[in-house]
């Protein structure tokens, strides 16, 4: 909502973009001073004409939620994998997992009965999808970095490059 109102909005322009129950703007109100508090959004005070308002705006961190246009990467296909409740529900159980010898199952295999790359075989359509968006998402801002900072390590390299892993190959091609 932020980002369609050119990267800075109060909180009437954003609860106009937003799906909320018009009780829960109080609620909006105070998430959004927890994340300006948290440093994931700024925010500024201007005079709206009708007294101080908040103004809140993107900072570098959330610009890369809302990129993919212009070379700009969007990791936010990433954040929707690690955040939804598939990966989340993995971690409410880290007390139980630790007490298990190891090799044990990963804490993912142990709530789901399934390794991640066997979850996203077994269901293509829904989680597969969103992994692989999500690996896509990651490889490629990773790589981007490592081939500006670190890319003349990959000069000269004669044969086959292989990117392990990847599902799509994404890595190889930004190397390439």
Known sequence: AIHQHGGSATLP???TRVTLHPSKTSCLRRL?????????????????GNGDELVYRLTPATRLLVGGSSGQQNLSPF???MLGPLFVS?????????QHETPDPSPFKMTHGRDIWELAA??????????DAGMVADSGF??????????????????????VAGGLGGAA???A
């Open 90 to 98: 993995s971690f409410l159980d880290l007390r139980g997992w630790f």
């Open 13 to 15: 322009q954003i609860v």
């Open 32 to 48: 959004m001073r927890v994340l300006t508090l948290t440093g994931v959004f700024g925010v500024q005070h201007h005079d709206g």
């Open 122 to 131: 077994h269901d293509a359509a829904g989680f597969g999808r969103l992994f």
């Open 79 to 81: 954040l929707t994998l």
């Open 173 to 175: 091609q930004t190397i």
């Open 142 to 163: 990773i790589m981007d970095v490592v081939v500006r900072e670190c890319g003349a390590v990959f000069r000269g390299i004669r044969g086959s490059l292989v990117d």
